[in-house]
């Protein structure tokens, strides 16, 4: 499920069998012009990874707003700030959280996250074809689904 | 100029003539309901155009449902989309074949055949264990309570196209 109106009303009413929630963590910056086309390019692949993955296993997740955040910004103060989203998300029945990211930051300070984080290296180049990007991402996708899936198992 | 030099009176011509504009001008009004009233005959079977060749020919389909993916173009109002589509397709003991959603018709996870080893020749719901017949039949007991949807399908040139899903009730 997305936040969306359709969904939300769906997972209003079937709350109890949604105990997961992705929140994807998207850096931003405008200042590096070298770096923007890369970066925007990333950022794009990663909700794409995030749609499909949200679809494969829309009965059980619900897929949180992209947590947007300065590339430049230090990662201790925006984890104070991912704290209070966890925070009121705890206050629904959730018993797995993630977080989805392609930014290598965050495994540093994985430890002090309230939730599994999720790293995917940034495989997808912008020089590959649409549809070797789309079959990379699928890979990923079924990759992540069986890793979610042994959270549930466990 | 003699009276038999002329087979047809003012009256006759006049006559000849109003008849000829009047239906002419019946025919115009005419023609309009006419043309609305028999057109559903006229109109190309617009659900043909919804079928999709998905790559797939009709002599690799097995009787092991195998997974298809394609994509569609969807308009919805000004805003045009691809969307990715998914079906698992298989020959049924009569050679019939069928084309079944992976939705799962619970919350909407996507299904898939013999998705876990506990629970050999189903489909089966990563969420939340529900299961499936291979005839898309939910089986009893588990969250689903309809049967997965069934792609409308033809044969052409001896490849699979696949239309719309339509939704089973319960059986």
């Known amino acids: 499920m997305k936040w969306i109106k359709q969904d939300l009303q769906q997972y209003v009413q079937a709350k109890e069998y949604v105990d997961t929630i992705i929140i994807p963590l998207l850096p931003f910056q405008l200042s590096n ?74 495994k540093k300070v994985e430890q002090s996250l309230q939730g599994s984080l999720i790293w995917l290296p ?31 198992k466990g | 100029m003699s009276e038999d030099k002329q087979p047809v009176s003012r ?25 609305m009233a028999i057109d559903p005959v006229l109109q190309q079977g617009e659900g043909e155009s919804d079928f999709t060749n998905v790559q797939l020919a ?20 000004w805003y045009e989309s691809t969307v990715s589509q998914t079906a698992w397709v298989y020959k049924d003991d009569n050679g019939d074949i069928v084309a079944l959603s992976p939705i799962c ?35 009893e007991g588990t969250p689903p309570t309809a049967p997965l949807p069934v792609y409308e399908h033809k044969i052409e040139n001896g490849m699979l196209f696949l239309g719309n899903s339509q939704s089973r009730e319960e059986a």
Not at chain 1, 70 to 75: F, H, I, Q, R
Not at chain 1, 122 to 145: L, P
Not at chain 2, 107 to 135: A, Q, T
Request: glycine share 6%.
């Open chain 2, 58 to 77: 009709e002599e690799d389909i097995t009787n092991v449902p195998q997974r298809v993916d394609w994509e569609i173009e969807q308009v919805d109002g």
């Open chain 1, 33 to 106: 012009d070298s770096n923007l086309e890369k970066d925007a390019f990333q950022s794009e692949i990663l909700s794409v990874f995030n749609r499909e993955l949200e679809k494969e296993l829309t009965g059980r997740v619900l897929l949180a707003p992209n947590f947007h955040y300065l590339t430049s910004a230090d990662k201790e103060a925006e984890m104070e700030r991912v704290h209070t989203w966890v925070e009121d998300i705890q206050t629904q029945p959730f018993h797995h959280v993630f977080f989805v990211t392609s930014d290598s930051g965050w």
């Open chain 2, 11 to 35: 009256r006759q011509f006049l006559n000849y003539t109003l008849t000829g504009v009047g239906g002419f001008m019946a025919a115009g009004i005419m023609i309009s309901p006419l043309r």
């Open chain 2, 105 to 139: 018709t619970h919350l909407g996870c996507v299904v898939s055949w013999e998705g876990s080893e506990d629970h050999p020749e189903r489909f089966y719901c990563p969420c939340h264990d529900g299961l499936y017949y291979k005839d898309g039949v939910n089986v």
């Open chain 1, 122 to 152: 940034a495989t997808a180049t912008e020089s590959m074809k649409a549809s070797d990007i789309q079959s990379v991402i699928r890979s990923q996708v079924k990759e992540v689904t069986e890793l979610i899936r042994s959270y549930w």
